[in-house]
């Protein structure tokens, strides 16, 4: 059984940064891999990005092409999330996941993480 954590949310102004982390506990870190989920109010759970075990294979969604970077330490059983110019309308809960197949979608993910709260004022 694989436990997430994810911390690093809060108030940021539109146009600020923030980087989030993701702590796993109870499993072997390198052989999953992991993703970044976000809900907004009142719309469904959409993918910021995922990342293989080794880090090496990395998408992400094309909202966020080329402001956010994901990365891992898996020495640390950690990813992170860094969001640059981030935008009113990505204020949501941010959660992280699991999958040790690399499925991709979020009904399909082994495990979840209890999410953190961003919140972007315009």
């Known amino acids: 059984q694989v436990q997430l954590v994810e911390s690093g949310g809060g108030l940021v102004q539109a146009g600020g940064s923030l980087r989030l982390s993701c702590s796993a506990s109870?499993?072997?870190?390198?052989?999953?891999?992991m993703y970044w989920f976000r809900q907004n109010p009142g719309k469904e759970r959409e993918i910021v990005g995922r990342?293989?075990?080794?880090?090496?294979?990395?998408v992400y969604g094309d909202s966020v092409k080329g402001r956010f970077t994901l990365s891992r330490d898996n020495a640390k059983n950690t990813m992170y999330l860094q969001m640059y110019d981030l935008k009113p309308e990505e204020t949501g809960v941010y959660y992280c996941?699991?999958?040790?197949?690399?499925?991709?979608?979020?009904?399909?993910?082994?495990?979840w993480g209890k999410g953190t709260l961003v919140t972007v004022s315009s």
């Open positions: 109870g499993g072997t870190f390198s052989g999953y891999y």
């Open positions: 996941a699991a999958d040790v197949n690399g499925r991709g979608s979020a009904a399909a993910m082994d495990y």
């Open positions: 990342m293989s075990g080794g880090g090496l294979k990395i």
